[in-house]
């Protein structure tokens, strides 16, 4: 990463950048910011300058197909194509970068490795997801191969993944929360590597609120004899964004030295206060090459100040707009599941959601090994949110599984 001062003089560069190029946001720049030189503040940029939405990118690249048009190089300079996900627009969202911007989201990857304390030229560390058009799985890997011995998993099945772990003595598993519970869970079965076949000492889990909950983490570690478990999250729009405190488990680590880093309220738009909660608003300092300004993620989060510095606690708690009100009652998604994964002999679950009579309401399907847990988990549920939320058991492998981003809330017509 290129050596700076300050966030201030990274964000004059980028937005000289910006103002010097024909790209999306040029003219905005040049109308309120100038070429960034005279800035005094990053106060002073979040004051005059707007948020970019999801929204905003998706009609961009509409109108001008099929990158857009927030390139600051000429497009013989991009290398790189990947895209979003898709599954909060049901428009995958095409992202272009060169050389330099890559490089910058491989040194946020590296700081997530040495923040779980992995040791160059000893750790193995195996990634279990399919390569396809993600940024994660591409930068997550090439940052690795820096400094591990790097061993890809895609194509395979959950056995042949568990038996190349035990193979090749990984010591270091990355994929998602969701699916590393499902690989756990099959450790020792009919045909799978048994548990002292595998040295998997360290999870590195992304894609899903689950890292930083509790009983998720429980449940991981538990699976995995005691391995332990390290959060982290980005976006493909951005790039890897935090990493987990070394010291404390739960909190997510800001890479302040490559975005500008605001956390606001997701009604007036204002900076929330330490302890509360709001909407993660990103500005990429270090990938220039397609940059974004006030970028409203739509990631939930609550504001933690260690030593002055801004910190997550409790990582990613969900999305702003997934909230769910069920007879008056606020319900996150990321809730719910805490409650549930604090039940191990709950498999897998989903959440129904119906409207009747024009009011929502819930009902939670579980696999589970023990059917009395039905009760319990309804109680807890009731505990924890006053309602009464009914549990009802399906057939054992009857819900779907997932690698990637879990889909488990539906809503049926």
Same mark, same amino acid.
């Given at each position: 990463?290129?050596? #700076?001062?300050?966030?201030?003089?990274? %964000?004059?560069?980028?937005?000289a =950048?910006?103002?010097?190029?024909d790209?999306?946001?040029?003219?905005?720049v040049?109308?309120h910011?100038?070429?960034?030189?005279?800035?005094?503040?990053v106060?002073?940029?979040?004051s005059?300058?707007? +948020?970019?939405?999801k929204?905003?990118? &998706?009609r961009?690249?509409?109108a001008?197909?099929p990158?857009?048009s927030?390139l600051t190089?000429?497009?013989?300079?991009?290398?790189r194509?990947?895209?979003?996900s898709? @599954?909060?627009?049901?428009?995958?969202? $095409?992202?272009?970068?060169t $050389?330099?911007?890559?490089?910058a989201?491989?040194?946020?990857?590296?700081?997530?490795f040495?923040?779980?304390?992995?040791?160059?030229g000893?750790?193995?560390?195996?990634?279990?997801?399919?390569?396809?058009?993600f940024l994660?799985f591409w930068?997550a #890997?090439?940052?690795?191969?820096?400094d591990?011995?790097?061993l $890809?998993?895609?194509?395979?099945?959950? =056995?042949?993944?568990?038996?190349?772990?035990a193979? %090749?003595?990984?010591? !270091?598993l990355?994929c998602?929360? *969701?699916y590393?519970?499902?690989?756990?869970?099959?450790?020792?079965?009919d045909?799978?590597?048994?548990?002292?076949?595998l040295?998997?000492? *360290?999870?590195? !889990?992304a894609?899903?609120?689950?890292?930083?909950?509790?009983? &998720?983490?429980?449940?991981?570690?538990?699976l995995w004899?005691?391995?332990r &478990?390290?959060?982290?999250h980005?976006?493909?729009?951005v790039g890897?964004?935090t990493w987990?405190?070394?010291?404390r488990?739960?909190v997510?680590c800001?890479?302040?030295g490559?975005?500008?880093?605001?956390?606001?309220?997701?009604? *007036?738009?204002?900076e929330?206060?330490?302890?509360d909660e709001?909407? %993660?608003?990103l500005? *990429?300092?270090a990938r220039?090459?397609? $940059?974004?300004?006030?970028?409203?993620?739509?990631?939930?989060?609550? =504001?933690?100040?260690?030593?002055d510095? &801004?910190?997550?606690d409790?990582?990613?708690?969900?999305? !702003?707009?997934?909230?769910?009100?069920v007879r008056g009652v606020?319900?996150?998604?990321s809730a719910v599941?805490?409650?549930?994964?604090s039940? /191990?002999? !709950?498999?897998? +679950?989903?959440v129904l959601?119906?409207?009747?009579?024009?009011?929502a309401? %819930?009902e939670i399907e579980?696999?589970?090994t023990d059917? @009395?847990?039905l009760?319990r988990?309804?109680?807890?549920?009731?505990?924890?949110?006053?309602?009464?939320?009914?549990?009802?058991e399906?057939?054992?492998?009857?819900?779907?599984r997932?690698?990637?981003?879990?889909q488990?809330?539906? =809503? /049926?017509?």
């Amino acid at each position: 990463m290129a050596s #700076f001062d300050s966030q201030l003089d990274q %964000l004059r560069v980028l937005l000289a =950048k910006i103002a010097a190029s024909d790209s999306y946001y040029s003219g905005a720049v040049q109308s309120h910011l100038g070429d960034g030189a005279g800035l005094e503040s990053v106060e002073e940029f979040a004051s005059k300058f707007w +948020f970019t939405t999801k929204d905003d990118l &998706v009609r961009d690249r509409e109108a001008h197909p099929p990158f857009g048009s927030n390139l600051t190089e000429p497009l013989a300079n991009y290398t790189r194509f990947c895209q979003t996900s898709g @599954t909060s627009t049901g428009k995958p969202m $095409p992202v272009l970068d060169t $050389p330099e911007s890559w490089e910058a989201m491989l040194g946020s990857w590296r700081e997530v490795f040495r923040g779980a304390g992995l040791k160059p030229g000893v750790d193995r560390v195996f990634f279990a997801f399919s390569f396809g058009p993600f940024l994660g799985f591409w930068t997550a #890997f090439e940052a690795a191969a820096t400094d591990y011995l790097s061993l $890809p998993g895609g194509g395979l099945s959950s =056995k042949a993944r568990l038996e190349h772990m035990a193979r %090749l003595e990984a010591t !270091v598993l990355c994929c998602t929360p *969701t699916y590393a519970i499902r690989l756990g869970e099959l450790i020792g079965t009919d045909g799978f590597p048994e548990p002292e076949e595998l040295d998997i000492h *360290t999870l590195i !889990v992304a894609g899903e609120p689950g890292g930083s909950l509790t009983s &998720v983490r429980t449940r991981l570690s538990e699976l995995w004899r005691g391995a332990r &478990v390290y959060d982290h999250h980005g976006m493909t729009e951005v790039g890897p964004v935090t990493w987990e405190h070394p010291e404390r488990a739960g909190v997510l680590c800001l890479d302040h030295g490559r975005y500008l880093c605001e956390i606001v309220d997701a009604q *007036t738009g204002e900076e929330v206060l330490d302890g509360d909660e709001g909407e %993660l608003v990103l500005t *990429t300092l270090a990938r220039t090459a397609c $940059p974004l300004l006030r970028y409203r993620s739509g990631d939930r989060v609550r =504001k933690l100040v260690l030593d002055d510095v &801004v910190h997550l606690d409790g990582g990613i708690l969900g999305r !702003v707009d997934d909230m769910v009100i069920v007879r008056g009652v606020n319900l996150y998604p990321s809730a719910v599941e805490e409650v549930v994964r604090s039940h /191990p002999e !709950v498999v897998e +679950f989903r959440v129904l959601e119906r409207n009747i009579e024009s009011m929502a309401e %819930l009902e939670i399907e579980v696999e589970t090994t023990d059917p @009395t847990v039905l009760p319990r988990l309804e109680s807890a549920l009731r505990e924890r949110f006053a309602l009464r939320i009914p549990v009802t058991e399906v057939a054992a492998d009857s819900l779907p599984r997932f690698e990637f981003k879990s889909q488990r809330w539906s =809503k /049926p017509e």
